[in-house]
T-cell receptor
Framework: NAGVTQTPKFRVLKTGQSMTLLCAQDMNHEYMYWYRQDPGMGLRLIHYSVGEGTTAKGEVPDGYNVSRLKKQNFLLGLESAAPSQTSVYFC???????????FGPGTRLLVL | GQQLNQSPQSMFIQEGEDVSMNCTSSSIFNTWLWYKQDPGEGPVLLIALYKAGELTSNGRLTAQFGITRKDSFLNISASIPSDVGIYFCAGQRRNKLVFGAGTILRVKS
């Protein structure tokens, strides 16, 4: 039972490049979330999903897109990376309410 | 922007000391949670509080849900070196959690 996994663990991008971060969970959870973590700012919600085929905007959605085509996967896309998107990205999942969220190990992204 | 005020921002304490941190908000939350994040890892849930006035313990950790539903407190008794990390409070609003900025805890052995 792997829980929540994230791919890749670390990535360096040049400004303007695109990439997709993958989150996978094997707990059959309905809810999935993408956060970014920056020093001194805690975790900020980017996008979330309350079920397969659904997505919704969080607190800081600009510059990101998401898709939840399969229940177990939640993809975060950056179409044109900017230095301001340098951050650590965390994915989380929860069964039926956001209270008990299980977090992945994070993806460190550096945009030059 | 950030809707939860968490304090202190950081603490450097002696092993064996008790630790207190708190979180306040200008708005009401129905659920308060406390997470701990170890270096290089994702946050892990420590305690969840579902009712105003609730006091809940998890080992050496005790957390309280404020009566006004606008604040919460976390206490760690007899701190040990493995308590180091970042502690986050979070409040639930509909399908989402709002996180505080975190309290960095460093313990002197």
């Amino acid at each position: 039972n792997a829980g929540v996994t994230q791919t890749p663990k670390f990535r360096v991008l040049k400004t303007g490049q695109s990439m997709t971060l993958l989150c996978a969970q094997d707990m059959n959870h309905e809810y999935m979330y993408w956060y970014r973590q920056d020093p001194g700012m805690g975790l900020r919600l980017i996008h979330y999903s309350v079920g397969e085929g659904t997505t919704a905007k969080g607190e800081v959605p600009d510059g990101y897109n998401v898709s939840r085509l399969k229940k177990q996967n939640f993809l975060l896309g950056l179409e044109s990376a900017a230095p301001s998107q340098t951050s650590v990205y965390f994915c989380a999942s929860a069964q039926s309410a956001p209270t008990t969220q299980y977090f992945g190990p994070g993806t460190r992204l550096l945009v030059l | 922007g950030q809707q939860l005020n968490q304090s202190p921002q950081s603490m450097f304490i002696q092993e064996g000391e008790d630790v207190s941190m708190n979180c306040t908000s200008s708005s009401i939350f129905n659920t308060w949670l406390w997470y701990k994040q170890d270096p290089g890892e994702g946050p892990v849930l420590l305690i969840a509080l579902y009712k105003a006035g609730e006091l809940t313990s998890n080992g050496r950790l005790t957390a309280q849900f404020g009566i006004t539903r606008k604040d919460s407190f976390l206490n760690i008794s007899a701190s040990i070196p493995s308590d180091v990390g970042i502690y986050f409070c979070a409040g639930q609003r509909r399908n989402k959690l709002v996180f505080g900025a975190g309290t960095i805890l460093r313990v002197k052995s």
